[in-house]
T-cell receptor, first 107, second 114 residues
């Protein structure tokens, strides 16, 4: 069993829909990261959080440390949000990555 | 503009050949990392470096070598001992290896075996 599990693996949505991607982990961590990987392969860090909730534009990330669970929400989804979203946890000395959720948003 | 650059974007390796992937950053970051990405798998750590002239093996270091002679540069050599090198390679950096540091990623190099 992977130490970081994401669901769903694939997700399709119509433009404007509310999106939720989930991440569960089984190890003790010091922080959790949400990353975005576009079709060209480059990765951008979206959020780093160790408690509570963070918001940036239409993106919201939450974490529940007791339940070892995090969610990434996208409000009013747009085709440009189509990408692979990756959850990673900091377990020193390294990051442990989930396998990613592929999101496609259609107009 | 500050950031991380990787070159080349695509690299072809012949059997028995060593190839070197370049990674340069101008973010003044102390820590640098190399990851390998295979389809259907999460990124896996190959090597990391916390400071110049020091580096540590990650989870899948066999068949790879690195150097850290300058703060800005962390090249990765894929040696002939790496029997399955076809993958997407990502370099990253962070200000330090303190708790929960955000890592900044380069655009990646796709390595293919001829």
């Amino acid at each position: 069993k992977n130490e970081v599990e994401q669901s769903p693996q694939n997700l399709t949505a119509q433009e404007g829909e509310f999106i939720t991607i989930n991440c569960s982990y089984s190890v003790g961590i010091s922080a959790l990261h949400w990353l975005q990987q576009h079709p060209g392969g480059g990765i951008v860090s979206l959020f780093m959080l160790s408690s509570g909730k963070k918001k940036h534009g239409r993106l919201i990330a939450t974490i529940n440390i007791q339940e070892k669970h995090s969610s990434l929400h996208i409000t009013a989804s747009h085709p440009r949000d189509s990408a692979v979203y990756i959850c990673a946890v900091t377990r020193l000395p390294k990051l442990i990555f989930g396998t990613g959720t592929r999101l496609q948003v259609f107009p | 503009d500050g950031g991380i650059t990787q070159s080349p974007k695509y690299l072809f390796r012949k059997e028995g050949q060593n190839v070197t992937l370049s990674c340069e950053q101008n973010l003044n970051h102390d820590a640098m990392y190399w990851y390998r990405q295979d389809p259907g798998q999460g990124l896996r750590l190959i090597y990391y470096s916390q400071i110049v002239n020091d580096f540590q093996k990650g989870d899948i270091a066999e068949g790879y070598s690195v150097s850290r002679e300058k703060k800005e540069s962390f090249p990765l050599t894929v040696t002939s001992a790496q029997k399955n090198p076809t993958a997407f390679y990502l370099c990253a950096s962070s200000f330090s290896r303190g708790t929960g540091e955000t890592q900044y990623f380069g655009p990646g190099t796709r390595l293919l075996v001829l």
